[in-house]
C-alpha cells in the first residue's frame, strides 16, 4: 500500500505542476485552487509512503515519477520538444525510478 501512496502522490504532483502553468501565475482562480488541492494532496500521500519506505528513496520516485510524467505531457499537450538526448534523460530517469523499487 505505501507504494501505491506513493505513485498517487507522484501523480497528483504532475497534475499539480500542470495546474500551476493553466494558473497564469496565480492569476486564474480555478487552476490555482486545483494546484493547491492536488499539491496537499500530493505532500498527504507522501508523507504516508514515509511510514515504511525510506525518505530518500520516497522523495526520488515521487520528484521522479513528477518530473518524468510532467515532461511526457508537456511534450504531448504543449507541443514542447523532445530530443534525442531529452528522451535518452527521460528513459534513465524512468530506469531510475524501476530501480529504486527494486531495490527495495
Excluded: D
Excluded at 17 to 32: D, G, H
Excluded at 44 to 53: E, R, Y
Excluded at 62 to 78: E, Y
Aim: with cysteine; glycine share 6%; hydrophobic share 60%.
Amino acid at each position: 500500500m505505501p507504494w501505491m501512496f506513493l505513485i498517487l502522490a507522484g501523480i497528483a504532483e504532475i497534475a499539480f505542476a500542470i495546474c500551476l502553468k493553466f494558473s497564469n501565475q496565480f492569476t486564474r482562480p480555478i487552476p490555482t485552487i486545483l494546484f493547491i488541492l492536488f499539491a496537499a494532496i500530493s505532500f498527504f500521500l507522501m508523507t504516508n509512503a514515509m511510514k515504511t519506505i525510506p525518505m530518500g528513496t520516497v522523495y526520488a520516485v515521487w520528484t521522479g515519477i513528477g518530473a518524468a510524467g510532467t515532461i511526457i505531457l508537456s511534450i504531448l499537450f504543449f507541443n514542447e520538444p523532445l530530443s534525442i538526448a531529452r528522451g535518452i534523460f527521460l528513459l534513465l530517469l524512468l530506469v531510475s525510478i524501476v530501480g529504486l523499487k527494486l531495490s527495495e
